[in-house]
């Protein structure tokens, strides 16, 4: 509390009062709101980059709050992180998306799901015995799980991670490092992580189709994933031509407002029925 207070102080001596309000406001409301039901999970398709065949989904959380309007998940995933909140609001994600792939299964639609975690849910101990768990009684294959941690979640305490990463590995989930590129992982620490797919980060998408220096680290970045073992996710895909050229350098796999935004669970399945068969 001392740490989240002091950052919090510093950050008022930055910024505007209203932006102080705002996130302490934010901090006060979010206890209520997972205890409340007031988070929603939104899911973005992720896709073959070849075919275009939907693989699976990432949840993303989303909150709607009265008084406070749409507060977004880069807005108060930080301070849940601070508060330490995030280790509730990560439990319930983990079951509200695990409950979602196997209401689908059940209803004929095979997702692969993938989930957000934060550098404070690889601390805690009991998050891999969680996850098991929550598959094991839902009896979801682990293949069909992806947990995504960012480059700078890892870099935090790249040994603790490594072990935590190994660990869940080990029970059989999928690992991706998100947001790769604004992180600084080093190649020789990149080589040992225990990871299945590398996110590139959506900053060196955007601009894929003019950029010609985007083009060249997408490019090399896809040669260094498949010259380790590692698939590429191309995030931020928001015209047919960045995925042309995605397409043409062999990615993996694409997401982006291109193909669809995260939707709400009908949407989404809407969405599916939509896509002419590939
Ligand atoms: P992220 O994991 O890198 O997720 C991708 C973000 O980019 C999402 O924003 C998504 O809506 C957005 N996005 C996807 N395609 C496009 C596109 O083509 N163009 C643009 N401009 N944006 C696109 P969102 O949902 O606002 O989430 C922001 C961040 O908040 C996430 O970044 C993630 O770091 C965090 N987050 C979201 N949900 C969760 C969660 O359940 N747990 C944790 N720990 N973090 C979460
Ligand atoms: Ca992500
Ligand atoms: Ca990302
Ligand atoms: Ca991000």
New binding site residues.
């Given amino acids: 509390a001392a740490h989240q207070q002091s950052s919090l102080w510093s950050e008022y001596q930055a910024g505007s009062d209203e932006a102080y309000l705002r996130r302490l406001q934010i901090l006060q409301a979010l206890p209520e709101a997972i205890e409340r039901r007031d988070l929603h999970?939104?899911y973005?398709p992720k896709l073959a980059s070849a075919s275009g065949q939907v693989l699976g989904v990432?949840?993303?959380?989303?909150w709607q709050h009265q008084q406070l309007g749409v507060v977004?998940?880069?807005e108060f995933?930080p301070l849940a992180?601070q508060s330490g909140d995030?280790l509730r609001?990560?439990r319930w994600?983990v079951e509200t998306a695990l409950n979602q792939q196997q209401l689908w299964l059940e209803q004929g639609y095979k997702l692969h799901m993938a989930?957000?975690?934060?550098a404070v849910?690889l601390q805690s101990e009991q998050l891999v015995e969680f996850i098991q768990a929550q598959l094991q009684q839902r009896h979801l294959p682990p293949q069909q799980l992806t947990l995504?941690v960012?480059e700078s979640a890892v870099m935090a305490d790249p040994q603790l991670a490594t072990a935590r990463l190994q660990q869940l590995r080990a029970i059989g989930v999928k690992v991706a490092l998100?947001?790769f590129g604004t992180g600084y992982a080093s190649l020789a620490q990149l080589k040992q992580l225990p990871i299945d797919e590398l996110?590139l980060?959506?900053s060196f998408?955007?601009e894929l189709p003019t950029n010609s220096q985007d083009q060249v680290i997408v490019h090399s970045t896809l040669a260094l994933a498949h010259a380790l073992g590692l698939q590429l996710v191309a995030?931020?895909?928001?015209e047919a031509a960045a995925w042309q050229l995605l397409r043409d350098f062999d990615c993996d796999t694409v997401?982006?407002?291109?193909f669809s935004?995260?939707l709400a669970a009908p949407e989404l399945i809407h969405w599916l029925q939509q896509q002419a068969p590939q």
Avoid: F, M
């Fill in positions: 999970l939104h973005q990432e949840a993303l959380v989303r977004r998940p880069d995933i992180e995030i609001v990560s994600v989930i957000n975690l934060s849910d995504e960012t998100d947001d996110k980060d959506q998408i955007r995030e931020g895909v928001e997401q982006g407002y291109y935004r995260p």
